[in-house]
């Protein structure tokens, strides 16, 4: 398989890519996928329909670059998010991956450092390299969560140019308090992004660090459709800050970095927001009951705000992983020793797993 490929030493790239394999889950062919937080569930044929006809429309303007800035999807994200903001607060990419990259190539680089609590994203750490910014962790209690007083010290200690606290995190579930990211932006010396690609399954009433920006011109909240929005494929995320921190984005990023296709797409999507986000209640009451069944298997399971469970322990996880994969249930092998990821998923998919969970368990015991 080529991403299991490694950089050979023998051709003249970066020493620091040399034996690196390119990023990425498994992509295998299987019934049951519950290993990248995908929405489980595909757009309706209604808006199928207005896609294809948006991609028709921009089909006939591709002899042309696309509008550079994307000032219309960028006022229609805006609009989504609320809380006053307007198109030159919101900075847009494809997906929130490129939007991160954006923020280090224009507030990290050589001899500077980006901070964040682990465990955490695992692709943070590959943006730093990816941009020359030194990658700096400091860890999340035994709970998973960021405590401010952990959180400052580390910010006072570290004096990073970026901090990032991701809420919900990645893989734990675990949200951040906004007292917390207050605590850090007015230690931070640099720029703080606080990654919220999963807050529309947060609990109700969670509230989002978009209502800090008001008063903090250094903070940043990046969000992206391909969680709850049902828009991996689409790749679009996005980001909300002060018009000044969106322009430092703007130098860096590569002209006409989101195609005419995206771009009609997204705004389609967009356009249908409470069809494209129906299942987010759904998909919250499946991790719950999911939560429960887990624990009642006398399993540990960290609280989450988000649309998948981190669940363990096991001596051998990598063996859990595979009894599922062999019974057609596909997870993720990532965070903490011991410890495995689960999205949540359609009731099918969810008994799938849990039947395959016992009988992998069962067969193990
Ligand atoms: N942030 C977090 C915390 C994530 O888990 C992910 C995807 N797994 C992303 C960002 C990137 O998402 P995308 O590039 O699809 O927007």
């Known amino acids: 398989m080529t991403s299991t490929v490694t950089v050979p030493a023998a051709l003249p790239v970066r020493p620091e890519l040399v034996g690196e394999v390119p990023y990425g889950a498994p992509q295998l062919d299987v019934p049951v996928c519950l290993n990248v937080n995908e929405n489980p569930y595909p757009p309706s044929e209604a808006v199928v329909s207005d896609i294809a006809a948006a991609v028709a429309g921009a089909a006939r303007t591709l002899n042309r670059y696309p509008e550079r800035d994307a000032l219309a999807l960028r006022a229609d994200l805006a609009a989504y998010l609320g809380h006053g903001l307007a198109a030159d607060q919101v900075w847009a990419a494809n997906g929130s991956n490129e939007v991160m990259t954006h923020v280090l190539q224009a ?16 692709m943070y750490p590959e943006y730093a390299r990816n941009t020359h910014t ?40 675990t949200a951040v308090g906004l007292d917390t990211v207050a605590a850090v932006c007015d230690a931070a010396p640099g720029v703080v992004v606080v990654d919220e690609a999963y807050h529309e399954f947060a609990r109700t009433g969670t509230p989002s660090a978009l209502e800090l920006l008001p008063g903090y011109p250094r903070l940043a909240v990046s969000r992206t459709m391909s969680k709850a929005f049902a828009f991996a494929g689409g790749r679009l995320g996005y980001l909300a800050a002060s018009p000044s921190f969106v322009n430092a984005l703007r130098v860096v990023r590569l002209p006409y970095h989101l195609s005419a296709v995206t771009q009609a797409v997204a705004r389609v999507a967009l356009a249908h927001a409470p069809e494209m986000l129906a299942a987010v209640d759904s998909l919250r009451t499946a991790r719950d009951e999911l939560a429960r069944a887990l624990v009642a298997r006398g399993l540990q399971v960290a609280d989450s705000d988000a649309n998948f469970l981190l669940f363990g322990r096991f001596a051998d996880r990598h063996a859990v992983w595979q009894g599922l994969l062999d019974r057609g249930v596909l997870i993720r092998e990532v965070g903490p020793e011991g410890w495995l990821r689960v999205s949540a998923g359609t009731p099918a998919e969810m008994a799938a797993f849990t039947a395959a969970l016992d009988d992998t368990l069962q067969e193990q015991r």
Request: glycine share 8%; aromatic share 8%.
């Open 107 to 122: 507030f990290g680089g050589p001899g500077r450092s980006v901070l964040s609590f682990t465990p955490t994203y695992s």
């Open 134 to 173: 030194r990658w700096l962790t400091a860890p999340r209690g035994d709970d998973f969560t960021v405590r401010t007083a952990d959180a400052v010290t580390a910010v006072e200690r570290e004096q990073p140019d970026v901090v990032i606290l991701t809420s919900p995190n990645n893989p734990t579930g």
